[in-house]
């Protein structure tokens, strides 16, 4: 299998700061059907293989990893990840974020498409991750899902998501498009398929607000590190028992929406960012 050729940290880092001396101030990786901070000035493009020596297999993930500026700070968008699903080891799934840290970065936003469970989230919000329940770390392939479902939401609130819920407020006064940035806890699954109407009833007595397949591997891996890690998902659909959920096309475009929003705020947000005013 592919991810055998993957490459160790070090070597990846090694290979960025060949391409860049500078080190981002900001690192945003990009999940399935998520478009924002394209055509950055002062562009310049690498490879997943080139950096991480593998790339990714899922539709929708380019597996590029592009730098540029947004307000003047040099910012690396990672457009693609590994998912456990796709029968990737942790190690492989966490590799992004790890060279993230290695590298020195001292902010990540992570982001993906997630189903809503909270009844009143509709098809495009945006949920900024304030806890996750992981249920997907191999340490439950030893002792069953039972200690995951019956622990706690981990609190990942920090100086990166209280400083992205002041600019989305900010943006919401003086832009009448922009919806109120949603927060919630997310419940990582692995998937690859949606859930059955039990699971997501067991996931809402949970009280867990969105679902998806990926991010909570990677908030760990930088958990407690120098870098400061806030995640956003794009609800893509909601599980709601008395609406029918939108279709395909409905979808997407709700997505390509979002995305726009998204791209707002994050512009917004690593403009205004200074180390001492967050
Ligand atoms: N479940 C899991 N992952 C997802 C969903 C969902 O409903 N929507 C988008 N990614």
């Given at each position: 299998m592919t991810q055998l050729a993957a490459r160790p940290v070090s070597q990846a880092v090694e290979f960025l700061f060949k391409v860049s001396k500078e080190i981002p101030s900001f690192a945003v990786v990009l999940g399935s059907g998520v478009k924002v901070l394209e055509d950055l000035p002062e562009q310049v493009n690498v490879s997943y293989e080139e950096v991480f020596g593998i790339s990714p297999g899922v539709v929708g993930h380019a597996g590029s990893l592009t730098l540029g500026r947004v307000g003047g700070k040099l910012v690396a968008v990672l457009r693609g990840r590994?998912?456990?699903?796709?029968?990737?080891?942790?190690?492989?799934?966490?590799?992004?974020?790890?060279?993230?840290?290695?590298?020195?970065?001292?902010?990540?936003?992570?982001?993906?498409?997630?189903?809503?469970?909270?009844?009143?989230?509709?098809?495009?919000?945006l949920m900024?991750?304030?806890?996750?329940?992981?249920?997907?770390?191999?340490?439950y392939q030893q002792t069953g899902l039972l200690p995951a479902l019956k622990s706690a939401p981990v609190d990942c609130r920090n100086k990166l998501t209280d400083h992205l819920l002041a600019v989305s407020k900010r943006l919401n006064v003086q832009d009448v498009d922009f919806r109120s940035l949603r927060t919630g806890v997310y419940a990582g699954l692995l998937g690859p398929s949606y859930e059955t109407l039990a699971e997501i009833d067991m996931l809402k007595k949970l009280k867990a607000d969105a679902v998806g397949m990926s991010t909570v591997t990677e908030l760990e891996a930088v958990r407690g590190s120098s870098t400061t890690a806030a995640a956003i998902s794009v609800v893509t659909n909601v599980w709601s028992p008395d609406e029918i959920i939108g279709g395909h096309e409905e979808?997407?475009?709700?997505?390509?929406?979002?995305?726009?929003?998204?791209?707002?705020?994050?512009?917004?947000?690593i403009a205004d960012y200074s180390p001492e005013t967050i």
């Amino acid at each position: 299998m592919t991810q055998l050729a993957a490459r160790p940290v070090s070597q990846a880092v090694e290979f960025l700061f060949k391409v860049s001396k500078e080190i981002p101030s900001f690192a945003v990786v990009l999940g399935s059907g998520v478009k924002v901070l394209e055509d950055l000035p002062e562009q310049v493009n690498v490879s997943y293989e080139e950096v991480f020596g593998i790339s990714p297999g899922v539709v929708g993930h380019a597996g590029s990893l592009t730098l540029g500026r947004v307000g003047g700070k040099l910012v690396a968008v990672l457009r693609g990840r590994f998912h456990l699903y796709e029968g990737y080891d942790f190690e492989t799934v966490t590799l992004p974020a790890r060279v993230v840290r290695e590298w020195g970065v001292p902010n990540l936003y992570l982001t993906n498409a997630a189903g809503g469970m909270n009844e009143s989230f509709h098809v495009g919000d945006l949920m900024l991750i304030t806890g996750y329940k992981d249920h997907l770390h191999p340490r439950y392939q030893q002792t069953g899902l039972l200690p995951a479902l019956k622990s706690a939401p981990v609190d990942c609130r920090n100086k990166l998501t209280d400083h992205l819920l002041a600019v989305s407020k900010r943006l919401n006064v003086q832009d009448v498009d922009f919806r109120s940035l949603r927060t919630g806890v997310y419940a990582g699954l692995l998937g690859p398929s949606y859930e059955t109407l039990a699971e997501i009833d067991m996931l809402k007595k949970l009280k867990a607000d969105a679902v998806g397949m990926s991010t909570v591997t990677e908030l760990e891996a930088v958990r407690g590190s120098s870098t400061t890690a806030a995640a956003i998902s794009v609800v893509t659909n909601v599980w709601s028992p008395d609406e029918i959920i939108g279709g395909h096309e409905e979808v997407l475009t709700a997505a390509r929406e979002a995305s726009q929003r998204l791209d707002r705020l994050f512009r917004a947000a690593i403009a205004d960012y200074s180390p001492e005013t967050i």
